[in-house]
């Protein structure tokens, strides 16, 4: 069972739409929540933390429910320049490593 | 961009070959994270270094080795090549202090390779 779980999509959204994507991780002791963003043949790059309370940056939206190990991403008001992979990345309690697990990443299209 | 520069950029391989993949860290940082990237995956830990010894490993085989400098630089090298190892492979770097977790961590853009 792999540690992350993502839904790999494709979804395909108009501008001005909001979607969600969800995530699931298998480890109960996991620490730190986070959501990154990839662009196609680019590195990952940090877009926000996730915290147990919620946490707006905005137009996205991270909620983190560890009762039920599931972490979810809103993006309102799309744009174009959302269209990118984004990885819900976990890491667990204890590690001193910043070993970070990716879940394989769900794709994003924004059309006009 | 991140300041982690990685190279080459793109290589092609035949199998049983080796590479060297090399990683130039974030100044100011002190470890240097790889990830391996298959098309359509996530990132997977490879392994990390730390102040010049590897401070932790995923599940890679040993063929998989690597190597930091002191100026926190690092390198990673793939003997026997196999047909699987075509992948993206990332480093990341960041800054481990001695509480623990080493916060953020930033990735280069990856250097390509391919087996054949």
């Known amino acids: 069972r792999k540690e992350v779980e993502q839904d790999p999509g494709p979804f395909n959204v108009p501008e001005g739409a909001t979607v969600a994507f969800n995530c699931t991780y298998s480890n109960s002791a996991s620490q730190s929540f986070f959501w990154y963003r990839q662009d196609c043949r680019k590195e990952p790059k940090l877009l926000m933390s996730?915290?147990?309370s919620g946490n707006e940056d905005g137009r996205f939206t991270a909620q983190l429910n560890r009762a039920s190990q599931y972490i979810s991403l809103l993006i309102r008001d799309s744009k174009l320049s959302d269209s990118a992979t984004y990885l819900c990345?976990?890491?667990?309690?204890?590690?001193?490593?910043?070993?970070?697990?990716f879940g394989r990443g769900t794709q994003l299209t924004v059309w006009p | 961009e991140t300041g982690v520069t990685q190279s080459p950029t793109h290589l092609i391989k035949t199998r049983g070959q080796q590479v060297t993949l090399r990683c130039s860290s974030q100044s100011g940082h002190n470890t240097v994270s790889w990830y391996q990237q298959a098309l359509g995956q996530g990132p997977q830990f490879i392994f990390q270094?730390?102040?010049?010894?590897?401070?932790g490993r995923g599940n890679f085989p040993p063929r998989f080795s690597g190597l930091q400098f002191p100026n926190y630089s690092s390198e990673l090298n793939v003997n026997a090549l196999e047909l699987d190892d075509s992948a993206l492979y990332l480093c990341?770097?960041?800054?481990?202090?001695?509480?623990?977790?080493?916060?953020?961590?930033?990735f280069g853009e990856g250097s390509r390779l391919t087996v054949l």
């Open positions: 990345v976990v890491v667990d309690r204890g590690s001193t490593l910043g070993r970070l697990y």
């Open positions: 990341a770097s960041s800054l481990m202090t001695g509480g623990g977790y080493g916060g953020e961590l930033f």
């Open positions: 270094y730390y102040r010049e010894e590897e401070n």
């Open positions: 996730v915290y147990s």
